[in-house]
């Protein structure tokens, strides 16, 4: 059987025998088209189906269409004979008064079902939709806007890789349709096949270049893959080529801010708020970014303070918690990006308006040098912990890719082999996300953390069998011998001298127990507090504090998360209690 298979990424067309052909398929084929009249239409499809298919995706969906929001029969994706095809339509006819209507008044059959189609697809009749769609292919397979509008339907079925197929069938026939490959690349991003899906909408980039939607559905897709400048120039493109509006400008301020270009986050949550003056959020952010941007292009705290006064068109005096919140938060943005000197004038300005904060005056000491305490107080760790309780897991984790707990616990379990289940703490728990991984291996789990918000967290999550709000040091005190396991995820950065914590660990722990924690790396003699008001330690000063009464299991170095858009690394520990 000769068969043409066509890669319509590539557009590079092997001819080959099915067998040889699909044996060779280290890749599979995207598209495929039958040359041979004389082979039947459903036994290509069949075939067609096969190989195209993901193995799983053959042996668990198969070419049967997936339900969406609504139960959708199967749908076999081979074309009905014409015979039985002039029965179904006209069945429809008889039942169908517009479709009826249209045919009389001398609309050709196709185009007649296709709007059919199209009606029923709006109504949210999909099911019908795509029968209607399946029979106008059919009636007419050369057309490629009818494989693209059954590609649409199945889309909206949820069968996303027939639907695929189907819009690579149109591709196929018509290269140069822009929307099909839109589509394409919105149901390829679906299937999590990001890759495909950006050559999809360079495809169609490819075929109109001026097309709004398919720069911010790249955009989107560039965001997703966290490329941050990528998808700030895709946004911008699909902004000056008409597209978008206040929701897209300040989508782009919001990745600017992120990445620290803090002059373009501001001129884009200006424009936005131009654009809808109402919108509290993004008037806040603007103003914020007016705020840093002044910061960073003069460094004069009094006068970007006096900025924060000046107001926009349809702007309201800015009320004093709105200007602390703004200043705190331009402290730590800066200081994050590097800007020592400006977020000092800040710290400054913002102590002579609201003296008496501890937390700041320790964040300043941080960020100006010097040897520091040999611990975080307590007062700021309460006090930055319950007030980022809420928001924890969302900015660490899904924003700075923060995954210590599942990678800690994974070291543990290797240590622990077959080991049977012990008294296990999560030393500083947080919001829990130690919870789930160490519940397996717990006889009983105990967490304790100093932050109250914190804790409501972790109790939310569930797990644990005992959660205490303490000081870790006052806790393992009162806990002589307790403990077969003692994990302790982010927690020792608050920490600078190890050595009355591992004390502590120690007397805490049963012998032969594990301690296993991660750190901050920091090259140097002993820890170091940073400008982030977290200490960091090298291994050897850790070995060293360990080491009278505990042996190095191991140690790994390790990501820890994202600080502005550099990677914080870090050292996993696992110590044995002798
Ligand atoms: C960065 S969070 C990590 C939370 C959790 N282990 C995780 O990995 O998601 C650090 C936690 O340690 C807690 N913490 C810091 N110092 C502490 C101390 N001395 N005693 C108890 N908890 C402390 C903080 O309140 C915060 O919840």
Redesign the pocket.
Not at 428 to 431: A, D, L, V, Y
Not at 488 to 491: E, G, M, R, V, Y
């Given at each position: 059987m000769p068969i043409f298979a066509e890669s319509v990424d590539s557009l590079a067309l092997v001819q080959d025998s099915s067998a040889s052909w699909a044996r060779q398929g280290a890749r599979m084929p995207a598209v495929a088209y039958c040359e041979s009249p004389s082979v039947p239409a459903d036994e290509f499809v069949r075939w067609f189906l096969d190989v195209s298919q993901p193995k799983a995706a053959r042996r668990t969906i198969g070419p049967v269409a997936r339900c969406a929001t609504q139960p959708i029969a199967p749908v076999a994706f081979n074309l009905p004979d014409r015979k039985s095809l002039a029965s179904t339509i006209e069945r429809w006819t008889a039942s169908e008064p517009k479709l009826a209507g249209w045919i009389e008044a001398g609309v050709p059959p196709t185009q007649a079902l296709s709007r059919f189609g199209s009606s029923l697809i709006r109504a949210n009749h999909i099911q019908k939709g795509l029968e209607v769609f399946h029979a106008v292919t059919a009636l007419n397979p050369e057309d490629p806007l009818h494989w693209s509008n059954f590609g649409v339907a199945l889309d909206l079925a949820g069968a996303l890789n027939e639907s695929a197929a189907c819009l690579e069938r149109s591709l196929i026939i018509s290269r140069a349709q822009p929307d099909t490959w839109l589509q394409l690349g919105n149901v390829r991003k679906k299937l999590s096949d990001s890759t495909r899906a950006e050559k999809a909408y360079k495809a169609a980039l490819e075929f109109d270049a001026n097309a709004p939607l398919a720069w911010q559905c790249l955009g989107l897709l560039k965001e997703e893959q966290s490329d941050f400048p990528a998808a700030i120039d895709c946004y911008t493109a699909c902004i000056e080529r008409g597209g978008g509006g206040a929701a897209i400008h300040s989508n782009v301020g919001k990745l600017c801010y992120r990445i620290g270009r803090f002059a373009d986050a501001h001129q884009n949550f200006a424009k936005s708020l131009e654009q809808d003056p109402s919108n509290v959020r993004v008037r806040t952010n603007e103003q914020k970014l007016r705020f840093i941007r002044s910061m960073v292009e003069r460094n004069d705290a009094q006068e970007a303070f006096a900025s924060l006064n000046q107001y926009l068109p349809g702007d309201f005096p800015i009320s004093e918690s709105d200007q602390r919140t703004i200043v705190e938060t331009a402290f730590g943005v800066l200081a994050g990006f590097g800007y020592t000197s400006e977020a000092l004038s800040v710290g400054h300005l913002s102590m002579s308006l609201w003296p008496n904060q501890p937390s700041l005056e320790y964040l300043m000491g941080a960020l100006a040098g010097g040897k520091g305490p040999d611990r975080?107080p307590?007062e700021y760790?309460v006090e930055h912990?319950d007030r980022f309780a809420d928001q924890f897991d969302s900015q660490l984790v899904g924003a700075l890719g923060y995954d210590?707990?599942k990678k800690l616990c994974d070291v543990v379990k290797k240590a622990l082999g077959n080991a049977s289940l012990g008294d296990v703490l999560?030393a500083?728990?947080?919001?829990g996300?130690?919870g789930p991984e160490l519940r397996p291996i717990a006889r009983k789990l105990t967490g304790?953390?100093?932050?109250s918000r914190?804790l409501e967290q972790a109790e939310k999550r569930g797990g644990y069998d005992e959660l205490v709000c303490?000081?870790?040091?006052s806790f393992l005190g009162r806990s002589p011998r307790r403990f077969d396991l003692i994990v302790?995820?982010?927690?020792v950065i608050?920490f600078g001298e190890l050595s009355s914590l591992l004390t502590s660990a120690a007397y805490a722990m049963r012998p032969g127990g594990l301690l296993a924690f991660s750190t901050e790396s920091f090259l140097g003699d002993t820890f170091r507090l940073l400008p982030s008001g977290r200490f960091a330690h090298p291994p050897h000063y850790v070995e060293r504090a360990a080491r009278p009464e505990f042996a190095l299991v191991s140690c790994a170095p390790t990501t820890v998360r994202l600080e502005g858009t550099e990677r914080v690394s870090g050292n996993l520990f696992i110590f044995r209690r002798l």
């Open positions: 975080s307590r760790i912990f210590i707990p999560d500083g728990c947080g919001t996300l130690c304790v953390d100093l932050s914190m303490d000081d870790l040091l302790a995820a982010d927690l608050y």
